[in-house]
Nanobody, 127 residues
Framework: QLQLVEFGGGLVQPGGSLRLSCAVS????????IGWFRQAPGKEREGVSC????????YYTDSVKGRFTISRDNAKNTVYLQMNSLKPEDTAVYYC????????????????????WGQGTQVTVSS
């Protein structure tokens, strides 16, 4: 059974950086598309970034383009989300999720397309 655990959340000042990690166990990461999603209080869960089998197959929501970078290390069964130039509006619980891999991640980077989820990690951007 596929299990996902997020690490790396915390409190950071505006303009700062954090790196989130999603450790996958139970199955090899090679055959899965991984997504990062976030949910702020009172808001719907939204797709932040998704990655297919290679680092070249990625998608970012407009609000994080140029600031966030998603990457994967299949040997470590881990996916990362490097978050730079953080803003208060990035504050949310961040979740990683997995689905069987697909060619076009842009078409599937929505919460309802992912059946397997981690428990989430809180990211707070505040001075």
């Amino acid at each position: 059974q596929l299990q996902l655990v997020e690490f790396g959340g915390g409190l950071v000042q505006p303009g700062g950086s954090l790196r989130l990690s999603c450790a996958v166990s139970g199955r090899t990461l090679d055959y899965y598309t991984i997504g990062w999603f976030r949910q702020a209080p009172g808001k719907e869960r939204e797709g932040v970034s998704c990655i297919g089998q290679s680092d070249g197959n990625t998608y970012y929501t407009d609000s994080v383009k140029g600031r966030f970078t998603i990457s994967r290390d299949n040997a470590k069964n881990t996916v990362y989300l490097q978050m730079n130039s953080l803003k208060p509006e990035d504050t949310a619980v961040y979740y990683c999720a997995a689905r069987p891999t697909t060619d076009t991640v842009q078409a599937v980077c929505f919460p309802w397309r992912f059946p397997s989820w981690g428990q989430g990690t809180q990211v707070t951007v505040s001075s």
